[in-house]
């Protein structure tokens, strides 16, 4: 019986990429879609929404440089992993698995201790004011708390993928948005807990999705399994990955470094309604965003499998999806762009306008 994998290197192309490509875009307007309800909740708490919503928002630089982390070591592991299963090197895609998965630990650790130390001047420097700078500070300093299940739920997962198992990574984004959409509202208002709660549910729907992601890379039915032996730290292996990571790293700690400078500028000369409104806005861009890095991480597998295979023809077919990903971004805009203020209404006030 053919592995998973194997089928990056022998299926049609259109067909596969599709079968990558659905699963990996569901999974992004899946995450997005749990950010936008856990906002829209937030935004809706009897007389402090606003700024709350506001302090939650200043947390996002945050938020993205831990993302960014898990990135650096998912995403510079997962095509070399894709690479060595072409290569026919299950061995060697195991290897990096397992180095992935310590540094993820040890940048858990490091993450959590950094940020929940210098928490307060950092998120005043983002633009957090006095009057939101308690909610800020409630909401980041229990989603601290909850690193290592982030860094492992979005770091692994990028294995799960790189294996073929598309649908299988989805169903771990999925898992957590349930359990996140459904935990906000008991732990926002039926126990009172305000930003506290919001920011409880989501480490709680961020430890299922990554022990969702364990359980599976575990197990005999992934292709490259997480053993103990390969865990321990192979400069050679840790250098590979540290060269492919840090692009994506770069791309997304930017991402940090622009809404820091949004955040403090719009504090500076706007105030707390302009952050406010900066924090909707981000949810409207993630409509547009996520999606083609969905479209990108369906076809990274079979470019990266089929490299390793040296079908340098395979990996040539499935560039023109990059023309697809141009053509939607344009779309996109311009529907993000007609609809762009029944959105941002709807996020803060869970209603659409008149």
């Known amino acids: 019986m053919q592995n998973k994998d194997e089928a990056l290197g022998t299926q049609p192309i259109g067909k596969l990429l599709l079968s990558l490509a659905l699963p990996a875009v569901a999974a992004q307007f899946i995450n997005m879609l749990y950010n936008v309800v856990d906002r829209i909740y937030i935004g809706n708490i009897p007389g402090t929404g606003a700024l709350a919503l506001t302090g939650v928002g200043v947390t996002f630089p945050i938020i993205l440089l831990v993302s960014a982390f898990a990135a650096f070591a998912g995403m510079g592991g997962a ?45 005043y420097m983002f633009g957090a004011s006095d009057a939101i700078i308690g909610y800020a500070e409630d909401y980041i300093s229990i989603y601290l708390v909850g690193t290592l299940f982030v860094q492992l739920s979005l770091g692994l997962n990028t294995f799960i993928s790189a294996q073929g198992h598309a649908t299988t990574a989805m169903l771990s984004v999925l898992i957590g948005a349930i359990v996140n959409i459904v935990l906000d509202p008991v732990f926002i208002f039926v126990f009172g807990m305000g930003v506290s709660g919001a920011a409880l549910a989501t480490i709680i729907s961020q430890a299922v999705s990554a022990v969702w992601v364990l359980r599976f890379l575990f197990s005999p039915k992934s292709g490259i399994r997480l053993r103990f032996e390969n865990m321990k730290f192979d400069k050679r292996v840790l250098g590979k990955i540290a060269a492919l990571g840090v692009a994506p790293f770069i791309m997304q700690s930017t991402e940090s470094l622009v809404s820091i400078t949004l955040n403090s500028g719009l504090q500076r000369y706007g105030g707390d309604l302009y952050v406010g409104s900066m924090t909707i806005i981000q949810s409207v861009m993630q409509m547009l965003v996520m999606p083609v890095q969905g479209v990108s991480q369906g076809a990274q597998p079979i470019m990266s499998y089929n490299y390793g295979a040296k079908n340098y023809a395979r990996v040539q077919d499935v560039q023109p999806a990059a023309q697809g990903d141009a053509h939607y971004g344009v779309r996109g805009l311009c529907v993000c762009s007609v609809f762009a203020g029944h959105t941002g209404t709807h996020v803060h006030t869970g209603r659409t306008t008149d």
């Open 79 to 123: 095509p070399l992993a894709s690479i060595q299963l072409g290569a026919g090197n299950r061995g060697g895609a195991e290897k990096i698995l397992g180095n992935c998965f310590s540094m993820l630990l040890v940048l858990s650790v490091t993450l959590t201790a950094v940020f929940s130390v210098f928490k307060t001047p950092l998120l």
